[in-house]
């Protein structure tokens, strides 16, 4: 029984848009996937991610925000837990196909065979511009990493509903626009 609901965010070009606003998604098939969650189609846990990364696409895009349903202990590797992340090593290092390849070729393997159908993770960019908020001696926090999910293929039952989305937060919208 799904226990977690949660707005996710993807942006693309109409195509692929549509297909999402009808609650299917739509399998990527970037040649990077391999590196980061594998097969499936990639969002991010907030707008401001998603806005980000419609300035560096190519085309006329939008934003789809999505609620997705999943159950926690069922459904989901999770990246950002160091014991999950324990157990998808142990048990890639067990099968020869995948000991050796890229972490999305085990990511994969391993969801298949355990009937997993959602990924997080945490994800590092270098280039992500910054304020300065964050500078200074024993800050810790950065927006370089970022948390990113990936839906399996063929596990479209997670996506409940999808709108396009235009707009920032109320607040920071307030804040931008003074």
Same mark, same amino acid.
């Given at each position: 029984m799904p226990n977690m609901k949660i707005p996710?965010?993807?942006?693309?070009? #109409? *195509?692929v848009v549509v297909e999402l606003l009808a609650l299917r998604s739509v399998v990527s098939n970037h040649p990077m996937d391999i590196y980061w969650e594998g097969d499936g189609m990639y969002f991010w846990d907030n707008f401001g991610n998603a806005r980000y990364w419609q300035m560096q /696409?190519?085309? *006329?895009t939008q934003i789809v925000e999505c609620s997705v349903e999943f159950d926690y202990e069922k459904d989901l590797l999770d990246l950002t837990d160091l014991e999950q992340e324990r157990v998808l /090593? %142990? #048990?890639?290092? %067990?099968? /020869?196909?995948i000991k050796y390849g890229k972490i999305g070729a085990k990511i994969d393997y391993f969801c298949l065979c355990e009937g997993l159908k959602i990924v997080r993770c945490f994800g590092v960019y270098e280039k992500t511009p910054q304020t300065g908020l964050f500078k200074g001696e024993r800050v810790h926090l950065s927006n370089k990493v970022k948390v990113i999910y990936c839906l399996k293929a063929r596990h479209d039952e997670l996506l409940k509903e999808a709108f396009i989305r235009k707009d920032e937060v109320s607040w920071v919208k307030r804040y931008l626009n003074a």
């Open positions: 996710l965010f993807h942006c693309n070009l #109409a *195509p /696409k190519a085309g *006329p /090593k %142990r #048990a890639s290092e %067990r099968v /020869k196909y």
